[in-house]
């Protein structure tokens, strides 16, 4: 029988990993694949003592900068070498006075961790949200693990978000693209919608870029203010055109944060918003006449277009298109 060939692995490159690729080579003097590997096994261990910290914490019921009753307490650190897919390195156990406690991430007597170190890295590219790395510990663990042990290790792990997120950004950005991503949550037992806004930025050099990610349900001027004016604290200093559907307050706000800046509506959002009046019978028709509005060579031939499709459909669906007389000022910049 003729022996199988392993499947080659494929990388495949996404923005995520761009990201965590420019972190390490701002963080690490990497020059040889030699210092790759010595940058993740510097990852990897100090995520094993930080996770091994929360079981310490959990064992003894109490944090370090708290006091206790417990006649248990911690009791310094123990040196272990370890056999990692990076090679060998040494790891600080935490200690507690009783000798009572087993870690479980890496247990006692375990030399091998090579089947857990991927997983572990794993975590700084999956985004780092508490259901994933909640995930990504149970997996590890091999057993379920307690809401708050879950909240130690998320909680020890957040100082690295905060720096992703308060990062110092370019002075200019070509283009900013700002959309939702709805979900559910659970606030005091009652399940709420809650919004993420991503702010995507495109570089001088044509690259995209995650700026932030925030967390908001109530959107108005104020709000959006508040969020144009954390990138302008962070270096940001002109943006020529910020795409975005008609969020509430978001064209007040890039008045008053960014005056100079062309606001865009977003032509997704603008198309959907105007096909959800049109029944399905009369929707590709419908969808293909408003293309020759936002594919027209320049803005003349737009409003001749537009004047059209007007002409053509308002008489049988009155309100379709009058987001586009509305908003023409915020449709026009892409001409």
Known sequence: MAKQKKPVHRVEMTD??????????????IETAEDIQDALKDLLGGTLKEMMEAEMDDH???????????????????????????????IEVPQDRKSTFEPQVVKKRQKDISDIDQK????????????????????????????SFISDVTDKILP??????????????????????????R?????????????????????????????GDNESAKYWLSVLNELKNRGVKDILIICADGLTGIKEAISAAFPKTEYQR????????????????DRKAFATDLKT??????????LAALDRVTEKWSPKYPNSMKRWKDNWDAVSPIF
């Open 16 to 29: 995520g990993k761009r990201n965590i690729i420019r972190q390490l080579l701002e963080e690490y003097d």
């Open 60 to 90: 003894l019921g109490y944090e370090k900068s708290e006091r206790s009753d417990n006649d248990d307490y911690r009791n310094g650190y123990k040196r272990k070498q370890v056999n990692s897919r990076y090679g060998s390195m040494e």
């Open 266 to 281: 977003c032509i997704v959002h603008q198309v959907r918003n105007t096909l959800k009046y049109v029944p399905d019978k």
């Open 187 to 215: 606030d005091n037992g009652v399940i709420r919608k809650l919004a993420a806004y991503v702010i995507l930025g495109i570089n001088t050099e044509g690259k995209k870029e995650v700026l932030t990610i925030t967390i």
């Open 293 to 302: 509005i936002y594919q027209a060579a320049d803005e003349q031939k737009a």
């Open 160 to 185: 690295q978000i905060e720096d992703w997120q308060n990062r110092p950004l370019d002075d200019v950005y070509p283009i900013l693209y700002i959309d939702a991503i709805h979900y559910s949550v």
């Open 120 to 147: 572990i890295i794993s975590m700084y590219a999956k985004g780092m949200t508490t259901r994933q790395i909640s995930e990504t510990i149970e997996d590890i663990y091999g057993f379920e693990t307690s809401e």
